[in-house]
């Protein structure tokens, strides 16, 4: 129970404490005063009627029962009684007890008994007594309204009470509560520190104390990322362009295979003979200007996968990744139109220089396959600024409305299923199986780069993961899963929805996977983590890059584990010299409490050299095949 409910549970016990006495207290004081007043009123009217009587000359039953009732029936009596010298009975006039206003629980639950006054009435002798009672009818009529009034008040000053208290507590202990979000925040690997103070001196010494641990972790984790970022640079990026240099071309390639979206595409290869004679013509600022601006319009293409799908393979020879789509196409002819008006802008002769190009479909082909080929494309046609194409892909032809029909019908008709893949613990032990999605087509099972980047282009990815998520979800797997979403689905217009799918789920683990690329929008994922966290199911990243973008990105972010190419994680962390880059790692990830999963397992030796890096989650061909679960 937090703080703020015992001190508001203890307040209510109090107040309900006073309330009580003071309720007790003015009830047990109205009573005795209704009572000393109905003794006062009956003495009085004893007093009056006996010598009234005295005063008779001749005292006989008639006229005292004539005095009697003139008195009796003003309706205030309960009963009225005189007897003789010898005490017996001359007059008794009475009536039965009969309320009016007054509930009948609360005449059951108190008793009022008003007091028989007397007055012994002489003349000479004693005459007789006269005994008066009043009705009680009156008692119980001015107590009941006088508790009633009572009650309201009381009930009045409870609430306004309660109210009071309550403002009060949440102003007083504000403070605590914004200690206690952050000591959360903390717990969740978040940093997060307070600029306000509070002004409760202990509760600000707390404060301080918080913000300074959460910003010397914050410090390390930015200056780790900072030293992750330069053994990056100096690993894979190539001096003179800043492009991605060979070795990352390699990476890239791997990962990029791996996604099921992604392993139809196209690669883009330009090749520019004698770069070197650039020095010698330009200068060398100037040289260093041009491959820049070079880079420039290599990097303006919005068909690409991602902004790292842009390489420098070699002095000469440059490289592209991207869809397999038209506009892919058409991006590489206005680059030579680009260059070519480059080449004219610093006044250089592109006779000296051989440009040519070539353009292949990579689908199920090995990286030295499809460079193989796009070097055979170069040589069959060296005309200046030419793109050579081959493509033998095989893609689902069908028109746009079309395609769009034939995705909501396979819906429908439940043409979609999946595949797995297994993460394991070195230990064997299963984290988590990846589903991959499936699509039944004249009889054969297509993976998602058939259709996926037709999906995307028609803004179809929501539905389809919508579709796909509620299916994955009713379905009961022997072990946790992991889906795969885009990043239209993470935006909030889409709670509601998946409010629903999340809490039908029938498996117990569920992670959801994005994979890091240009389009993620950070704030819509950090509220989504945020509320795919309330229905205990965590969030992963794809294909993630180790550089200083992704990992700043790490530092607002609560996530379960990234997935790293095994080759990239080799490249960086495997070097003797680079220890500082695996300790820096090692900082980063275990400051977040973030697990690392090395994808892309494909033999034994790449297997050793993981677990000798003691990364204990491994996914790949080799460690677990591709299996169709439906």
């Given at each position: 129970m937090t703080l703020f409910k015992q001190i508001l549970l203890g307040a209510i016990v109090f107040i309900l404490i006073i309330i009580a006495i003071v309720g007790v207290k003015n009830y047990q004081t109205t009573n005795d005063f209704i009572n000393e007043q109905?003794?006062?009123?009956?003495?009085?009217?004893?007093?009056?009627?006996?010598?009234?009587?005295?005063?008779?000359?001749?005292?006989?039953?008639?006229?005292?029962?004539?005095?009697?009732?003139?008195?009796?029936?003003?309706?205030?009596?309960?009963?009225?009684?005189?007897?003789?010298?010898?005490?017996?009975?001359?007059?008794?006039?009475?009536?039965?007890?009969?309320?009016?206003?007054?509930?009948?629980?609360?005449?059951k639950l108190v008793n009022i008994s008003t007091p028989v006054e007397?007055?012994?009435?002489?003349?000479?002798?004693?005459?007789?007594?006269?005994?008066?009672?009043?009705?009680?009818?009156?008692?119980?009529?001015?107590?009941?309204?006088?508790?009633?009034?009572?009650?309201?008040?009381?009930?009045?000053?409870?609430?306004?009470?309660?109210?009071?208290?309550?403002?009060?507590?949440?102003?007083?202990?504000?403070?605590?509560?914004?200690?206690?979000?952050?000591?959360?925040?903390?717990?969740?690997?978040?940093?997060?520190?307070?600029?306000?103070?509070?002004?409760?001196?202990e509760v600000r010494k707390?404060?301080?104390?918080?913000?300074?641990?959460?910003?010397?972790?914050?410090?390390?984790?930015?200056?780790?990322?900072?030293?992750?970022?330069?053994?990056?640079?100096?690993?894979?990026?190539?001096?003179r362009t800043k492009l991605f240099n060979r070795r990352y071309?390699?990476?890239?390639?791997?990962?990029?295979?791996?996604?099921?979206?992604?392993?139809?595409?196209?690669?883009?290869?330009l090749s520019i003979k004698e770069t070197y004679n650039l020095k010698k013509i330009l200068g060398f600022n100037k040289s260093m200007e041009f491959l820049g601006r070079l880079s420039d319009i290599l990097r303006d293409n919005d068909k690409v996968f991602d902004s790292e799908?842009?390489?420098?393979?070699?002095?000469?020879?440059?490289?592209?990744?991207?869809?397999?789509?038209?506009?892919?196409?058409?991006?590489c002819v206005n680059y030579l139109n680009k260059i070519k008006d480059l080449f004219k802008e610093f006044g250089l002769d592109d006779s000296e220089f051989l440009i040519s190009s070539s353009l292949s479909s990579y689908e199920g082909k090995k990286l030295n396959e499809i460079l193989a080929e796009l070097d055979l494309l170069l040589i069959k046609n060296k005309t200046n600024y030419s793109l050579n194409k081959s493509n033998n892909s095989d893609n689902i032809i069908l028109g746009k409305e079309q395609f769009r029909t034939f995705i909501y019908n396979a819906m429908n008709n439940n043409d979609f299923c999946f595949a797995s893949q297994e993460v394991l613990g070195i230990d064997?032990?299963?984290?988590?199986?990846?589903?991959?999605?499936?699509?039944?087509?004249?009889?054969?099972?297509?993976?998602?780069?058939?259709?996926?980047?037709?999906?995307?282009?028609?803004?179809?990815?929501?539905?389809?993961?919508?579709?796909?998520?509620?299916?994955?979800?009713?379905?009961?797997?022997?072990?946790?899963?992991?889906v795969n979403i885009s990043n239209d689905l993470i935006k909030a217009e889409n709670y509601q929805k998946l409010e629903k799918i999340f809490k039908t789920r029938k498996n117990e683990k569920v992670y959801l996977e994005l994979a890091m690329s240009k389009e993620l929008n950070i704030?819509?994922?950090?509220?989504?983590?945020?509320?795919?966290?309330?229905?205990?199911?965590?969030?992963?990243?794809?294909?993630?890059?180790?550089?200083?973008?992704?990992?700043?990105?790490?530092?607002?972010?609560?996530?379960?584990?990234?997935?790293v190419q095994a080759r990239t994680l080799l490249d960086l962390l495997e070097d003797v010299n680079a220890s500082g880059a695996k300790n820096a790692l090692e900082i980063i990830l275990n400051s977040k409490g973030i697990k690392i999963i090395a994808i892309g397992i494909e033999d034994e030796e790449t297997y050793n050299k993981i677990k000798e890096l003691n990364i204990n989650l491994v996914q790949g061909n080799y460690t677990s095949k591709v299996k169709e679960e439906i």
């Open positions: 109905l003794s006062a009123n009956a003495k009085h009217t004893a007093t009056s009627l006996g010598l009234s009587i005295a005063t008779l000359d001749n005292v006989d039953k008639d006229s005292v029962e004539l005095m009697i009732n003139a008195i009796f029936d003003s309706g205030y009596y309960q009963e009225i009684k005189f007897t003789d010298a010898n005490d017996e009975i001359v007059y008794d006039k009475s009536k039965e007890k009969v309320f009016y206003g007054v509930s009948d629980l609360f005449v007397s007055f012994e009435i002489r003349q000479w002798n004693k005459i007789g007594t006269i005994y008066v009672q009043i009705s009680p009818a009156f008692a119980y009529e001015q107590l009941y309204t006088t508790l009633k009034e009572l009650f309201i008040n009381l009930v009045i000053i409870f609430i306004v009470s309660m109210i009071l208290i309550y403002f009060s507590l949440k102003a007083i202990l504000a403070p605590l509560n914004k200690v206690r979000k952050q000591a959360e925040a903390i717990l969740e690997h978040e940093f997060i520190i307070q600029n306000k103070l509070p002004f409760t001196q707390m404060v301080m104390a918080m913000n300074s641990m959460v910003g010397k972790v914050k410090d390390i984790f930015d200056k780790e990322s900072e030293t992750l970022d330069k053994y990056n640079d100096l690993l894979y990026k190539d001096e071309f390699i990476n890239k390639f791997e990962s990029i295979k791996s996604r099921e979206e992604y392993s139809n595409g196209y690669c883009f290869l799908c842009v390489f420098s393979i070699n002095e000469n020879d440059f490289a592209v990744l991207g869809e397999n789509s038209l506009g892919f196409e058409e991006n064997n032990n299963v984290y988590h199986k990846e589903l991959y999605l499936r699509l039944k087509y004249k009889n054969e099972l297509k993976n998602a780069s058939y259709f996926m980047p037709i999906v995307n282009e028609l803004n179809l990815s929501k539905e389809l993961d919508i579709y796909v998520l509620s299916k994955a979800l009713s379905e009961e797997f022997k072990s946790g899963i992991s704030r819509n994922l950090i509220e989504f983590s945020r509320f795919a966290k309330t229905y205990d199911i965590a969030l992963g990243l794809d294909h993630f890059t180790l550089n200083k973008e992704n990992l700043s990105i790490l530092n607002e972010l609560n996530i379960s584990y990234i997935k």
